[in-house]
């Protein structure tokens, strides 16, 4: 089979601005079993507040993953839930252009007007951050967070609705500090990260696991979601010639600080956030050149390495996307929609009753491979542990292709927290 280079064609990314709907099935009738809101004998439906437009507009092709992936179940005829019955599954998307105010309005919306049975795959670690104490409150499922924060699984019996996906990133750090020591020890780092809870997570990770490290911490310099460019920072950080420069940043950002230290001609490494790390969204604006030798710890298949070209995995993520999808299926972040979709259907496979608390025990109880994961990864929670995947791959770019660094790390059940 010829390299994933060579047979995709890039689809235009649809920006969705209203509630898009998989099925009409089931909407705004009786609920079954007990009364919960948004199930029926027949159908399921789950609702997102989502990044289509703004600043981090690049994960729009995320939530379109999970409605292409969802039609195809739905044309299979849906998922046979634990109770025995078939459902088809209902996906809403609305707009928050990573607003947490606008995020506020469509969480409400979801949850009185549209009644859905969960929120799914809400992106952004301020959005969530906006809207979890609500859908706490109401009892519905916010599952599956695209945002690493460590809260999102530090604290299950306090928010028992909430819960993550993607590794945590202090974890993420933690991998990054302990490559860091080995590759330099006492090596000086610097730190450029948003201005949110996004960037002070990987901050406050870095400055709580690099203690007695012997690495020195030169510099940190944070930017604004609103800013045009973190040229000015990335500058600034750099003259104090670190060795190394951890970027928590959206893909934007990230891009802008490699192309900047490429243009000055600085040997810094450049450690990139995974939520940063997809080539088509960060390393191709970046310049390719340009990003050569950058390190990120991943988790995913990335779509535009050839290495996957005769995967089963990812040989059925081309075909469902093209027939079912409308974005670029070069994208990393399509993968993570499908990657997301494939648990949310296992999960609603050991769901016993048709109630949100019986999928909320099946969400606490995960102990799934998943065909879009980096190889050796898992989808597990279990008892006292609710953070769902806790290895990471590391790699570095070669300029065309990430390349993996050693065997996978695994923080199973030892996920650092931060308070």
């Known amino acids: 089979m010829p390299s994933s280079r060579r047979v995709l064609r890039r689809a235009p990314l649809v920006l969705v601005t209203i509630p898009l709907l998989l099925t009409a099935c089931g909407r705004g009738t009786t609920a079954a079993g007990d009364g919960d809101p948004g199930i029926t004998d027949d159908s399921i439906m789950f609702g997102t507040t989502t990044s289509l437009s703004g600043p981090t507009s690049a994960y729009a092709p995320l939530p379109m993953g999970i409605q292409s992936c969802l039609a195809e179940v739905n044309d299979k005829g849906g998922v046979t839930m634990g109770d025995g019955k078939k459902r088809k599954v ?171 230290k490429a243009d000055l001609g600085a040997d810094t490494v450049i450690y990139l956030n995974n939520i940063s790390a997809g080539v088509e969204s960060t390393l191709q604006p970046a310049g390719l050149d340009a990003s050569k030798g950058v390190i990120t710890a991943g988790y995913l298949k990335d779509p535009t390495d050839p290495r996957w070209s005769g995967d089963e995995g990812m040989k059925h993520y081309f075909e469902s996307a093209k027939k079912y999808g409308k974005f670029d299926v070069t994208s990393v972040w399509g993968v993570n929609g499908y990657a997301i979709c494939d648990t949310l259907v296992k999960v609603l496979e050991q769901t016993k009753s048709p109630t949100r608390q019986s999928f909320m025990d099946a969400v606490r109880a995960m102990d799934f491979d998943n065909p879009y994961l980096a190889p050796g990864l898992k989808v597990k929670t279990g008892a006292g542990d609710a953070f769902p995947i806790e290895t990471l791959q590391l790699q570095e770019f070669d300029g065309k292709n990430w390349r993996m660094l050693g065997e996978p790390i695994s923080y199973e059940g030892k996920t650092p927290k931060l308070s």
């Open 90 to 260: 209902e996906f809403t998307m609305l707009d928050d252009a990573y607003q947490p105010s606008r995020a506020v309005q469509n969480a409400k919306k979801l949850v009185e007007q549209d009644k859905v049975f969960g929120v799914l795959n809400s992106i952004g670690t301020a959005v969530n951050g906006a809207i979890y104490p609500y859908l706490n409150e109401q009892k519905t499922p916010q599952i599956f967070i695209s945002s690493g924060a460590t809260k999102w699984g530090a604290s299950p019996d306090t928010w028992p609705w909430t819960i993550g996906y993607q590794p945590a990133y202090a974890t993420e750090t933690a991998v990054y500090v302990e490559h860091m020591k080995q590759s330099k020890p006492g090596a000086k780092v610097a730190i450029l990260y948003q201005n949110d809870d996004l960037g002070k997570d990987y901050l406050n990770a870095f400055k709580k696991l690099s203690q007695d490290s012997g690495l020195q911490l030169v510099g940190e310099e944070s930017y604004e979601t609103s800013d045009a460019s973190v040229d000015s920072q990335v500058v600034k950080l750099l003259q104090g010639k670190p060795d190394f420069l951890l970027a928590a940043t959206t893909p934007k950002f990230g891009a802008q600080a490699i192309k900047k």
